[in-house]
């Protein structure tokens, strides 16, 4: 903290409220510009809601039920092992491959991996509309670890926006029925982790290049996906190897497996890395909230969902959260 002035008094030593100066014209463009960027995530994002139902429901179809550990195992294994494939034929990720960007990656990748398997063993054990709202919990998360970090309290409008995100998310599939079980404190354990790897995505990609530490972040989660592939194999009743080779041919696991590793992962997450260091990691948080309205609108497309006055809720909260998070530091700068 820089020291005061003479005769000006020492701030003191307690959480500081953030300012409302008016950014830049630069500053602006850069904000908007990393807003329609992440906006396209949540939309790939969404996407992928059907990609891993689909590879999920075959996985299930193929290998039984007590082989779906496996079956999820073996997406994450192939969804990433093809992301970072891919990822190393870009030079620059390749360029600045230096302990920084392995470094980087590592905790990016470690944190992007628990929350993986913490939703997906939460899943298990609660109906989707709970899982939705204690994962949105990861908008909130995301604002008190900021405070904790940054010393700093979000602007209001980002704190009603958080708020307003977080209802919409958890609504969005009806009224979340809560018993307090293992998957719900799971699916809880799963939002604080990606609270942490928003946190650790700003802190890294603005100490490291971006695309090397997007390329370690797959290869992280790649082993990782293995890992649970062998424990699903070791796993009483699993499946035998020949199943999972037997799955691999089906289209509709492999298509979806191709899908979500190029766009949902190669694309999505490269548009991430890039780009969220340019707002505030709580502003990233209610963009990122927005990802179930996208969902939502692609599940009634495809016939896995019907509308209802829940989901005309949700979205709504979802895209005033926004439009709160967005346009209310300049109105109240307009106030001042």
Avoid at 197 to 204: C, K, N, Q, Y
Avoid at 305 to 312: E, I, R
Wanted: with cysteine; glycine share 10%.
């Amino acid at each position: 903290m820089p020291k005061a002035r003479a005769g000006t008094p020492a701030p003191p030593a307690r959480i500081l409220s953030a300012r409302l100066d008016a950014p830049s014209p630069t500053d602006a463009a850069r904000t908007r510009r990393a807003v329609l960027a992440l906006l396209l995530v949540t939309v790939l994002w969404g996407f992928t809601f059907v990609w891993m139902k689909q590879a999920t429901e075959t996985s299930r179809v193929v290998l039984g039920e007590r082989g779906l550990v496996a079956g999820v195992g073996l997406f994450m294994t192939l969804r990433f092992g093809l992301a970072a494939l891919v990822m190393s034929a870009v030079p620059a990720a390749r360029r600045e491959l230096g302990r920084e960007a392995w470094l980087g990656g590592l905790w990016v990748g470690l944190a992007l991996l628990g929350g993986f398997l913490l939703q997906m063993f939460g899943l298990s054990g609660v109906s989707p509309a709970v899982s939705a709202f204690l994962t949105s919990l990861y908008v909130l998360f995301t604002a008190l670890l900021n405070i904790v970090r940054s010393r700093l309290m979000p602007h209001p409008a980002l704190i009603g926006g958080a708020l307003l995100a977080t209802i919409g998310a958890a609504y969005i599939g009806g009224p979340p029925q809560l018993t307090f079980g293992v998957g719900e404190w799971l699916t809880i354990g799963c939002a604080f982790v990606f609270a942490v790897h928003i946190l650790v995505t700003d802190v890294w990609t603005k100490r490291a290049a971006p695309l090397p530490v997007t390329l370690v972040c797959f290869l992280v989660v790649a082993v990782g996906g293995a890992a649970t592939l062998g424990l699903g194999l070791g796993l009483e009743g699993a499946p035998e190897p020949a199943k999972l080779v037997e799955l691999i041919q089906q289209q509709d696991f492999w298509l979806p497996t191709l899908l979500a590793s190029l766009l949902a992962t190669v694309l999505a997450l490269s548009l991430m890395n890039l780009f969220q260091r340019d707002l505030d990691p709580v502003r990233a948080a209610i963009v990122y909230a927005i990802e179930p309205v996208w969902a939502a609108l692609f599940g009634l497309a495809l016939g896995f969902d019907q509308a209802n006055g829940w989901l005309y809720f949700g979205c709504g909260a979802l895209l005033a959260g926004n439009l709160v998070a967005e346009l209310g530091p300049a109105l109240l700068r307009r106030r001042r």
